[in-house]
């Protein structure tokens, strides 16, 4: 899991594969990724749902999942495609995919071109071990950028994930 945050800004989350089936190598060129992802903060929202998921990122930060939800659950019924998936990245600052999937399914079915709507689903994909569901939303959010370095770390991503699909399927 990958995350940023700063005053002001929304937090922005990704769940990426880390050398699922690396093989064993010396030296800390093992514990890098051949990528890099790419975080990007938003401006807050203005009015009352904005502060709501302000509130909801203070509480995921300090480890009040619960009063995080509860925020979250005001939101669920948005059709802003921007709120949909502040509140999914901030479940996934829980480190909670089940309840952001919902959010970013969501915002995926009022703007199927939402990168990170698309990507929102590849994170919490791969955090259920759902490794064919995460490759092919991760396919669908490079599909949706034109910036080579996303579309660059997405790629690298599909690689590991059809990786480990390949070790996987073949153990048993």
């Not at 300090?62 to 901030?90: K, S």
Request: charged share 25%; hydrophobic share 45%.
């Amino acid at each position: 899991m990958f995350d940023a945050s700063a005053p002001g800004l929304l937090p922005d989350a990704i769940a990426l594969p880390f050398n699922l089936v690396a093989p064993p190598s010396k030296g800390i060129d093992r514990l890098v990724p051949s990528w890099h992802p790419i975080l990007r903060l938003q401006p807050l929202p203005s009015g009352e749902m904005g502060q709501m998921l302000v509130d909801a990122a203070i509480a995921a930060r300090t480890q009040r999942p619960e009063r995080a939800v509860e925020l979250l659950a005001l939101l669920q019924d948005t059709r802003d495609v921007e709120i949909l998936t502040a509140a999914g990245t901030i479940c996934l600052l829980m480190r909670d995919a089940t309840v952001a999937r919902p959010f970013f399914r969501r915002a995926l079915e009022r703007d199927p071109k939402s990168f990170r709507a698309a990507l929102g689903m590849g994170s919490t994909a791969l955090m259920q071990r759902d490794v064919d569901t995460a490759a092919r939303a991760f396919g669908e959010a490079r599909s949706l950028t034109k910036d080579k370095d996303e579309r660059g770390y997405l790629s690298a991503a599909i690689v590991e994930l059809n990786k480990a699909h390949f070790v996987m399927k073949g153990t048993y």
